[in-house]
C-alpha cells in the first residue's frame, strides 16, 4: 500500500510538471507518448487504490492554467479534456459501453458515432455575436482561459463573419495548428536571429498564438480546424455531423474528412485509415477522435469533472520500423549549421516513403552509436518529421567504425566549428555560398548597414532570378535597375530608395560594418570596442591576438576570433570585392550616442529577456552613452536580468547591485516602444 501511495505522488508531481512545461510554456520536455503513459499508469493506480486519489489529482483537472500577461476569460461551457485509448478493444468497449448505457436509459434507436482526426495544436473557443466575431480565448484550466481576441482574428482561415444571419450567439472549439511546412521556416529564420527555436509544430504554433503583439501571430501563418458547437442560439441542430457540415458551410474548416460509423468495427477502421495518412498531411496530428453523433443522446452519458463519457481520443502508439543506414550525409544550413542527416534504405511508414531522416548534431550520433551500414529503428510519431532513435549494434557490419563530424565545411571548405556548451558545429566561412540567405540578412539588418527596403522576400527574389550570388553584390545592383523594375512589387519609387540605401550604407560606421561581416563572438558591443580602438579595418586587419586580447571585455576567445576571421581566403576575397564596390573601411570609430541618459553607467546582461535580445539591449545602452561589461563587479551599476538568469544574477545580490527588469530598464530609457534603431 506504501508503495502505491509513493507511486501515485511521484507520478502526480511529475505530470504536473510536465503539464505546466507542456501547457503553459510550450516547451516540453518528453513526448506525449510518455506524458499520456504516465497519465495512464495514474489513472490505474487511483482506481486500484481510491484513498489514495486526491482532489487536485492531474486525473481530475485540465490542461494548464490562464497567463498573467492576459486577460481572463470565465468561459461560458467549460473546455473539457478527453479520455485516451489505446488499442482496439478499448475503442470496442467504449462503442460497446455507450450502447449499453443508452438501452439502459431507455433510448431504443441504435447511436452512430464520428471519427476525426485530433489535431496536435493549441485549443481554443471562438465566439460570435449576431454573426460577428467578438472573443477567442485559450482553454486554460478548461474553465478561465487567456483572452487572445486579437491574435485569434489574426487567424487566415477563420471567419470574422459567419454566412448565417440568423445566428444570434455561436461558440465554437477548435484546434489552432502550424503547418509543417511553416514550422520549419520558422524555425530557420529563428536560428539566423539567433532567437528561440520550437521544438515542434504544436509548441511553434501556441507560443504564436500568445504573442502580446498580434501582427507578430498574423506573420506565423496559423491555421484552424474547428472540430464542435459549445453552444448555438437561433438554430437548432441534431447531430455532430450535421454541426460540422453546417460550420463548413459557415466558412470554418470544419474537422475536415469525417467519418459517421455505426459499429465498434467501422469506428476501428476509420481510426486506422487516419493513422494510415499521418505521413501525407501537412500537419501534425497526434491521434482520432471518436464522438457519439446524436447531440440530444449525450446528457444519457454524461460526463466526469474532467473528461465527457460521450467521446474518447485514441492516440496512436510511435510507429518504429527497421532500415539501413546507408550513409551519414553532412548538410550547411543558411545558418551555418552542420546537420548529419541519415540517407536511408528507403521504407514505408506512417503512410509514407521515407529515405532521409534527421540526425540532431554530433552529440546524438554518438550517445546512440549510429554508424554508416548500421540496422536503425526509425520513428514517425505524431509529427510527420521522421527520426532515427536507435542503432542494432547485433546487426552491425564488422567493419564499421564511428562517426566523426567534419572538421571543414562541405561546402566551402572554411573551418568548422563547436562552441562550448553548443551542441551544433557551424562553417565560419564568411562568404559560404550555403549561408548566403543568412549572410545578407545579417549583412543587412538594422545594427548592421540597415539597408531599408530589401527584407526577406525581396533577399529570395534577387537570389532566385541570380541578381546577386554573394554579399559584394549587393552594390553592383545599381548597374541592374532595369532588371530590379521587372521584378513583381518593385516600382520606380521603390527601386530608388532601395538603391539609395545601398549607397549610404557603403559609408557606414566601422562598429556597423564590422557586425555586418558576422565575425564569430563580435556583437555590437564589441565590434564598438573594436571601432573605438583601431581608424581602419585594414588596422584590426593587422591586429595581434594579444593587442585584441588586452581589450575593454575581450579576452582571447573573442580576440582568436578575430585573427581566425581575417586569416581566412574567403574573407580576403570578400574584403576586396567590398572594397572594389566602394564601401568604407574607415567609418570613422563607433556611432555616436544618440543621449547621455545612461553616462557613466555600467550595465551587465543576463539571461533571456521577454522581447529584446542581448544585441537590441546592449545597443540601446551604449546609444545612452552607457557601458556593458560581460561580468558582475563593485563598479557594476545595473545587472539587466531575464528568464534563466544564472550566475550573473547571484553576484549582483551579494554585491548589492540593483537588478533591472526589461520593463524597468525600457521606462529608465523611455524606450516603450523598443525601437533601438
Not at 550513409?327 to 552542420?338: A, E, N, P, S
Request: aromatic share 6%; charged share 25%; net charge negative.
Amino acid at each position: 500500500m506504501d508503495d502505491a501511495w509513493k507511486r501515485i505522488q511521484e507520478l502526480s508531481d511529475t505530470i504536473r510538471y510536465h503539464s505546466q512545461l507542456y501547457y503553459d510554456n510550450d516547451a516540453p520536455e518528453i513526448s506525449d507518448f510518455e506524458y499520456d503513459a504516465m497519465m495512464r499508469e495514474l489513472i490505474d493506480l487511483e482506481k486500484e487504490f481510491p484513498m489514495y486519489a486526491a482532489p487536485d489529482s492531474p486525473t481530475r483537472i485540465v490542461g494548464g492554467k490562464a497567463q498573467e500577461r492576459f486577460g481572463k476569460i470565465t468561459h461560458k461551457n467549460v473546455m473539457q479534456s478527453l479520455a485516451n485509448a489505446f488499442s482496439e478493444s478499448e475503442i470496442c468497449d467504449f462503442v460497446e459501453r455507450v450502447r449499453e448505457t443508452l438501452r439502459a436509459s431507455g433510448v431504443t434507436e441504435e447511436p452512430d458515432f464520428v471519427v476525426e482526426k485530433k489535431i496536435d495544436g493549441l485549443s481554443v473557443s471562438v465566439e460570435y455575436e449576431n454573426g460577428i466575431l467578438v472573443r477567442g480565448s485559450t482553454r486554460g484550466d478548461g474553465t478561465i482561459g487567456e483572452d487572445i481576441t486579437p491574435n485569434v482574428k489574426k487567424i487566415w482561415n477563420l471567419p470574422q463573419k459567419l454566412k448565417d444571419p440568423s445566428v444570434a450567439y455561436l461558440e465554437v472549439r477548435g484546434e489552432v495548428y502550424m503547418p509543417v511546412e511553416s514550422f520549419l521556416k520558422i524555425n530557420e529564420l529563428a536560428e539566423m536571429n539567433k532567437d528561440k527555436v520550437f521544438s515542434n509544430p504544436r509548441n511553434a504554433a501556441a507560443g504564436s498564438l500568445r504573442q502580446l503583439d498580434p501582427e507578430i501571430t498574423a506573420s506565423r501563418d496559423l491555421s484552424i480546424f474547428v472540430f464542435n458547437i459549445q453552444e448555438i442560439r437561433g438554430k437548432e441542430i441534431a447531430t455532430h455531423a450535421e454541426s460540422l457540415r453546417f460550420l463548413a458551410d459557415q466558412g470554418f474548416m470544419a474537422s475536415p474528412g469525417f467519418v459517421v460509423c455505426r459499429t465498434g468495427e467501422e469506428v476501428w477502421q476509420a481510426i486506422t485509415d487516419i493513422g494510415e495518412s499521418r505521413g501525407s498531411l501537412a500537419y501534425g496530428i497526434d491521434g482520432a477522435v471518436v464522438k457519439l453523433n446524436g447531440i440530444d443522446l449525450r446528457k444519457y452519458l454524461g460526463q466526469t469533472s474532467k473528461v465527457p463519457r460521450w467521446a474518447i481520443a485514441f492516440k496512436y502508439p510511435p510507429e518504429q520500423k527497421e532500415t539501413i543506414l546507408r550513409k551519414i550525409d553532412i548538410q550547411v544550413g543558411r545558418t551555418g549549421k552542420l546537420t548529419p542527416v541519415a540517407i536511408l534504405e528507403p521504407v514505408h511508414i506512417a503512410g509514407s516513403n521515407v529515405s532521409r531522416a534527421t540526425l540532431n548534431n554530433e552529440d546524438y550520433i554518438r550517445e546512440k552509436d549510429i554508424r554508416e551500414g548500421d540496422t536503425i529503428i526509425l520513428q514517425k510519431a505524431g509529427d510527420v518529421i521522421p527520426a532515427v532513435i536507435a542503432s542494432v549494434p547485433d546487426k552491425r557490419p564488422p567493419e564499421s567504425t564511428p562517426f566523426v563530424m567534419p572538421v571543414t565545411c562541405p561546402v566551402c571548405g572554411a573551418p568548422v566549428v563547436r562552441e562550448e556548451g553548443e551542441a551544433a558545429s557551424r562553417c565560419t566561412g564568411a562568404d559560404c555560398p550555403a549561408q548566403l540567405f543568412r549572410h545578407i540578412i545579417h549583412f543587412i539588418s538594422k545594427d548592421a548597414l540597415q539597408i531599408d527596403g530589401m527584407g526577406p522576400a525581396v533577399i529570395e527574389v534577387l537570389l532566385e532570378k541570380k541578381l546577386i550570388s554573394g554579399v559584394a553584390d549587393l552594390f553592383a545592383l545599381k548597374d541592374k535597375e532595369d532588371e530590379l523594375l521587372a521584378l513583381e512589387r518593385m516600382g520606380k519609387k521603390s527601386v530608388q530608395n532601395l538603391l539609395d540605401s545601398i549607397e549610404k550604407a557603403k559609408s557606414c560606421s566601422l562598429d556597423r560594418l564590422l557586425v555586418a561581416l558576422g565575425i564569430r563572438n563580435i556583437g555590437v558591443v564589441a565590434a564598438r570596442t573594436l571601432a573605438a580602438n583601431y581608424k581602419s579595418l585594414s588596422d584590426i586587419e593587422k591586429a595581434d591576438l594579444f593587442t585584441l586580447a588586452s581589450l575593454p571585455d575581450f579576452g582571447l576567445v573573442t580576440a582568436q576570433s578575430v585573427v581566425d576571421f581575417f586569416a581566412q581566403e574567403q574573407t580576403h576575397h570578400l574584403l576586396v570585392e567590398l572594397e572594389a564596390h566602394g564601401v568604407r573601411f574607415d567609418g570613422g570609430g563607433g556611432s555616436v550616442p544618440v543621449d547621455n541618459l545612461l553616462q557613466g553607467k555600467t550595465f551587465v546582461l543576463t539571461g533571456t529577456l521577454p522581447s529584446l535580445t542581448r544585441d537590441q539591449a546592449s545597443l540601446m545602452i551604449l546609444s545612452h552613452g552607457g557601458k556593458v561589461s560581460s561580468s558582475v563587479s563593485k563598479k557594476t551599476d545595473y545587472v539587466l536580468a531575464g528568464e534563466d538568469a544564472g550566475s550573473k544574477l547571484t553576484k549582483a545580490g551579494q554585491l548589492g547591485v540593483a537588478v533591472l527588469s526589461e520593463e524597468d530598464f525600457l521606462n529608465m530609457t523611455n524606450s516603450g516602444d523598443k525601437d533601438v534603431g
